[in-house]
């Protein structure tokens, strides 16, 4: 099992492909095959194959092959993890941003005495 860090490299790096993205987008709505993708990005089977597998080496989907076909999910809970690590970014700089506007706010009082 990777670490916290390591992964969120892995997820962020795959999310920084359009393509990716747009399967991601196309999976939050529901599942679909390998093909489908191929035919919705129009871009070959093994280039899809090739972004499928980024995708599941971040663990943002999980595959399942019946046949000939593979049928790709999303993983509502890796997409979680990722953007509770952005909140509490937000959180934290917006306590700093806060912080900073109170001593500039004080700042300015005491010019005005």
């Known amino acids: 099992m990777l670490n916290n860090s390591a992964q969120l490299d892995l997820m962020f790096r795959a999310l920084a492909d359009a393509n990716r993205r747009a399967m991601i987008d196309r999976l939050s709505r529901s599942s679909a095959s390998v093909g489908d993708f191929s035919a919705q990005l129009g871009i070959s089977l093994p280039a899809t194959l090739?972004?499928?597998?980024?995708?599941?080496?971040?663990?943002?989907?999980?595959?399942?092959?019946?046949?000939?076909?593979?049928?790709?999910?999303?993983?509502?809970?890796?997409?979680?993890?990722?953007?509770?690590?952005?909140?509490?970014?937000?959180?934290?700089?917006?306590?700093?941003?806060?912080?900073?506007?109170?001593?500039?706010?004080?700042?300015?009082?005491?010019?005005?005495?």
């Open 50 to 113: 090739q972004h499928v597998a980024v995708l599941e080496q971040a663990g943002l989907v999980t595959t399942k092959k019946e046949g000939r076909v593979r049928t790709c999910t999303l993983d509502v809970g890796a997409l979680s993890r990722a953007e509770r690590w952005i909140n509490e970014r937000r959180t934290l700089w917006g306590h700093r941003l806060d912080a900073l506007g109170a001593i500039l706010e004080n700042d300015i009082i005491e010019e005005d005495k």
